[in-house]
Nanobody, 115 residues
Framework: QVQLVESGGGLVQPGGSLRLSCVASGSIFSINARGWYRQAPGKQRELVAVISSGGRTTYADSVKGRFTISRDNAENTVTLQMNSLKPEDTAVYYC?????????WGQGTQVTVSS
């Protein structure tokens, strides 16, 4: 089992920045990828960014150039730096780890972009 705990969400004005962090604990023996997803009210959960075990990153088109995903292998963390935030970025953000043959999810952290 893997437990994921997110932090860093909150309320920010348009154009502002937030930094989300996710710490993993438990049976972490082979991390294939780590990522961030989000779900806005009335919408399906969508991929925001993912980073593979080799360090390759993939971003949703809507966040390219504004968000940056990074990882710390020693600390078993993944971070999402979000800049130039827009109201349409408002959602619950979920951390995701692909470990072995399983996907694990955090509890989610709310990000609200509003003036």
């Amino acid at each position: 089992q893997v437990q994921l705990v997110e932090s860093g969400g909150g309320l920010v004005q348009p154009g502002g920045s937030l930094r989300l962090s996710c710490v993993a604990s438990g049976s972490i023996f082979s991390i294939n990828a780590r990522g961030w997803y989000r779900q806005a009210p009335g919408k399906q959960r969508e991929l925001v960014a993912v980073i593979s075990s080799g360090g390759r990153t993939t971003y949703a088109d809507s966040v390219k150039g504004r968000f940056t995903i990074s990882r710390d292998n020693a600390e078993n963390t993944v971070t999402l730096q979000m800049n130039s935030l827009k109201p349409e970025d408002t959602a619950v953000y979920y951390c995701n780890y692909w470990v072995g043959g399983y996907y694990y999810w955090g509890q989610g952290t709310q990000v609200t972009v509003s003036s």
